[in-house]
């Protein structure tokens, strides 16, 4: 197994979240189940290169693209994905890591090669089938929360579920933190009703508005969360959608995230 796929630094911390194995037959045992560690690398190893599973060398990684595959989509049922990215958060607030007072929030067009849940014409691109990245980021870019959508759908529909997804983040006395003093967007969410939403849950919308010449400044803020979709989408398996099951490519948008989150935390010491 190649060790740069799977570092120590991760594999600590996703190792306590994954499901126990199944217990093997004492009388037809059958062939000995791959380590996960290995499962995991070929997941890896799909993500940074964006190769198709049967492509996967088996005798380099450790794994064959089938298995690791098979992995993928029980450790995302069992919600694994979720859990180590909110375990990383909570590391980075303890260790200072994280400014949740400003936070921005943007969406991204990818393009769908295969049929699915949330996968719908893009209007960037000639009414293609295509899906969206939705991100909501704190001061320093850290993805705090991801969603994947049809190509159709308006980027304002995901804020609030965005929002309501970020995990209440420990790490510090008081309260676990999961909403920002102030959120920046660009002129998408310039609507009336989302401000009011914003001001009822106490934060403050920082939202470019239609019609303004540019230059009102908040891009000086905003434009951390860009930095992030370049950040995600140096994985290569992001940039395009192949996966049919729209939570397996969540699951994978969320592993991404929690990698940025471990090189942030890294970074910090």
Known sequence: MRADLVPDGL???????????????????GRLRVPDRAALAGVMYVLRTGVAWRDVPADAVGCSGVTAWRRLRDWTEAGVWPQLHEALLVELRANGGLDMDDCAIDGSHIRALKRGDHVGPSPVDRARPGSKHHVIV?????????????????????????????????????????????????????????RRLLWKRGIKPMIARRGVAHGSGLGRTRWVVERTFAWLHQFKRLRTRYERRADLHQGLLELAASIICLRRLQRSF
């Open 11 to 29: 594999w600590e911390r996703v190792a306590p979240l994954l499901p126990p194995a199944p217990e093997r037959r004492r009388r037809y045992p």
């Open 138 to 194: 704190d001061r320093h870019g850290t993805p705090l929360a991801v969603s994947v959508t049809g190509g159709n759908r308006h980027d304002v529909t995901q804020l609030i579920p965005l929002l309501d997804a970020i995990p209440r983040i420990r790490g510090l006395r008081g309260r676990p933190r999961n909403r920002p003093r102030r959120l920046f967007a660009d002129r998408g969410y310039d609507f009336d009703k989302y």
